[in-house]
């Protein structure tokens, strides 16, 4: 798996727009959003509800595909891959963090995480340690046997964390981490996000309007009725303490 | 072996729906395989009814004698062929429709003369109930089918008179002492059966060495088509005056009871088809259910990459595993069922024994086990239940899973 490279483009989205029909009607959830991530950014795609910020996600995600313009990741138009090639660059180059924490259910912490690790692909040999390393970074080292039922909900964020990060995707995009979160513990969740970002450089791209977000993003891109409506670059803050989840 | 995996354990997440919609595919193949055993059970009685008490593992018959089992043309007999290079054990006996007349109580009856050395070699009669002795030779003594004993309220040491006709069609009744109840493994003989040996067979209806039927024991009837077909081809067959006598396998002789079941194998297949189209229903609807509960999930293993094709499999093999379970239960209840009466046997009773006095039925039945319709049925319900899984499975495979990881 290549690492993408510090400061490089990796991903752009070129005059994108997304129609959704709705009955008779169609909805314009993007008119024409253009935007540039590069690799190593903390960045938060915020606005208010039905501002475009998830829809953009899904996109860069590999969720869905624009009704007109270009998404480029890592050079490539995503837009034009078939439904099993998104699903693998889903897989290999991409994590999730939901608001929902989503962990399967009858999956162990560590299934989860391996389940993770097996969709993408990755070689069978040292991939217990590696689901052990993810789940003892993000502090859930005495946990892993446990399902997502007996879990706290930061306990399973933190499951959902270690499941993005584990196959070393090029990009995490986390859509409203916090927003189900206690603010202790979304505070904690979102320094955890920023430890692994400076530490390894990997790639976080938020949907927010959580202001203790956007208070520890480094750029901020607010989208409002579907447009960009200002890209703002912040001063990196000082390197957060862990809180306990 | 991931799918595998999560499946297995997503038919554990709701027990309790699970082994609901289980119910009905456990009962269908439980049915079905105790159905067959019974009805296997069935062919079995009635070839070991007849076997053990009239045809052997061969019966023929003279040329022109009807094989209806109905009618016992006594101016059709002939002296018998000699069953020349035949090594095993032959009987010979002759069939005649007699009435015995018991005081005032009559009943009509089949006359069976029978050579007493060749019968039992032929014929297992060690395992018959015999209350009394077998009439001896040179006596007026006859024994009587224990069904037949009790309608006429006839007992050992009664006197009774046997009519028949002779070969040349005369009316002949003589007076016998009742010297033997017998209770054989078919209903049908011990119901109507008159025995008289042969030498006083001879007597009543003048017989001069005519007989009607000659048993053959050749070892089993699995062979006994192919033994028969040597014989006939090696002119063992063929009588003194030239004329080939008629050979038939046991299950040929039973070969309209045996259709008869084969009929009741439909009848169950058909029902069975009627519970598991329910059971269809049900999985259909349980494996749907657990679709539209399971969105986000669904969504998020696609977000994680898990490919639409991966996905549908994911509720196959969910819809296969609970029909598959639910058919191993099914299967193995009916299973130990069939074993139990193959070991102990359904003992028939008396009232049923009498409204079936008419067939060839032995009083116990056991059942037999087959792994045909175990396995048959496994298959069966894993199939079904897989195609009921097919809606669920394109609903599932076919989310967007960009709005399936937001559902709530």
């Known amino acids: ?53 998830s829809t953009v996600l899904n996109l860069i995600g590999c969720l869905d595909r624009p009704s007109e313009g270009q998404v480029f990741l890592e050079g490539r ?28 259910p009858v999956l162990t912490a560590f299934e989860n995480v391996e389940l993770a690790m097996k969709l993408s692909g990755a070689s069978e040999k040292g991939q217990k340690e590696r689901v052990e390393e993810a789940l003892r970074s993000v502090g859930l080292a005495d946990y892993m ?44 969740i979102l320094d955890l996000m920023r430890t692994m970002n400076a530490d390894n450089g990997t790639t976080f791209l938020f949907s927010t309007h959580d202001k203790m977000v956007m208070d520890r993003a480094r750029r901020i891109i607010r989208l409002s009725d579907g447009q960009v409506i200002d890209d703002e670059r912040v001063e990196p803050s000082p390197t957060p303490v862990a809180a306990g989840g | 072996m991931l799918i595998l995996s999560l499946a297995l354990r997503n038919l554990f997440r709701n027990t309790r729906r699970t082994v609901i919609t289980s119910g009905a595919v456990v009962f269908g193949v439980a049915l079905q395989v105790l159905g067959w055993g019974l009805v296997d059970g069935l062919d079995d009685n009635f070839l070991r009814a007849v076997s053990t008490t009239t045809t052997g593992d061969i019966l023929l018959r003279p040329p022109d004698y009807p094989t209806d089992g109905l009618s016992y043309p006594l101016e059709e007999a002939q002296v018998p062929p000699a069953l020349k290079g035949f090594t095993g054990d032959a009987t010979s006996r002759v069939l005649f ?16 003369g029978y050579d007493p050395d060749g019968d039992y070699r032929v014929f297992p009669r060690e395992r018959w109930r015999v209350q009394g002795v077998w009439p ?71 017989l001069s060495g005519r007989r009607t039927h000659l048993s053959l024991r050749v070892g089993g009837l699995q062979d006994a088509a192919k033994v028969r077909d040597e014989l006939a081809a090696s002119g063992a067959f063929t009588a003194p005056d030239g004329k080939v006598w008629v050979a038939r396998t046991t299950r040929e002789e039973a070969s309209d009871m045996l259709a008869i079941n084969d009929i009741r194998r439909r009848a169950i297949l058909m029902l069975v088809g009627v519970i ?133």
């Not at chain 1, 903390?42 to 509800?49: E, N, R």
């Not at chain 1, 995503?78 to 999730?96: C, E, H, K, M, Y």
């Open chain 1, 1 to 53: 798996m290549t690492s993408p490279v510090p400061g490089a483009a990796l991903c752009q989205l070129v005059g994108v727009k997304k129609n959704y029909p709705m009955g008779d009607l169609v909805v314009q959830a993007l008119k024409g959003v253009s935007v540039e991530v590069t690799a190593g950014e903390f960045t938060a795609f915020a606005g208010p509800s039905g501002s475009g910020k």
């Open chain 1, 77 to 104: 138009d995503v837009a034009t891959l078939s439904d099993s090639a998104l699903g693998d660059v889903r897989a290999r180059r991409i994590g999730f963090i939901f608001q929902s924490f989503n962990l399967i």
């Open chain 1, 145 to 188: 046997t446990r399902r997502p039922a007996q879990l706290s909900g930061g306990q399973q964020q933190r499951v959902a964390i270690a499941r993005a990060l584990v196959k070393q995707p090029a990009l995490i995009i986390a859509d409203e981490p916090t927003a189900n979160l206690d603010s202790k513990n979304g505070a904690a």
């Open chain 2, 97 to 112: 429709s007699a009435r015995v007349v018991h005081h005032a109580d009559a009943a009509h009856a089949i006359g069976i």
């Open chain 2, 136 to 206: 001896d030779a040179g006596q007026a003594q006859v024994a009587l089918g224990d069904g037949l004993a009790r309608v006429l309220s006839v007992g050992v040491g009664d006197d009774v008179v046997v009519q028949g006709r002779t070969v040349d069609g005369a009316q002949n009744a003589l007076s016998y002492a009742v010297t033997a109840l017998v209770h054989t493994d078919n209903g049908q003989i011990d119901n109507s059966a008159a025995w008289l040996r042969m030498d006083a067979a001879e007597e009543l209806l003048q």
């Open chain 2, 276 to 408: 598991m189209a329910i059971a269809a229903t049900g999985i259909a609807n349980t494996v749907i259910m657990a679709a539209y509960e399971r969105v986000r999930e669904i969504g998020t293993l696609l977000a994680l990459g898990m490919k639409r094709r991966e996905v549908s499999a994911l509720f196959l093999v969910e819809g296969a595993f609970l029909g598959f379970g639910a058919g191993l239960v099914g299967a193995t209840i009916g299973s130990l069922a069939v074993l139990h009466w193959q070991a102990n046997g359904i003992v028939l009773s008396d009232d049923m024994m009498k409204a079936n006095g008419s067939l060839p039925v032995s009083a116990v039945i056991y059942t037999h086990f087959n792994w045909a319709p175990v396995f048959g049925s496994l298959a069966f319900s894993a199939i079904i239940a897989t195609l009921a899984s097919v809606q669920p499975a394109r609903f599932a495979s076919g989310l967007n899973p960009a709005d399936a990881v937001r559902a709530d």
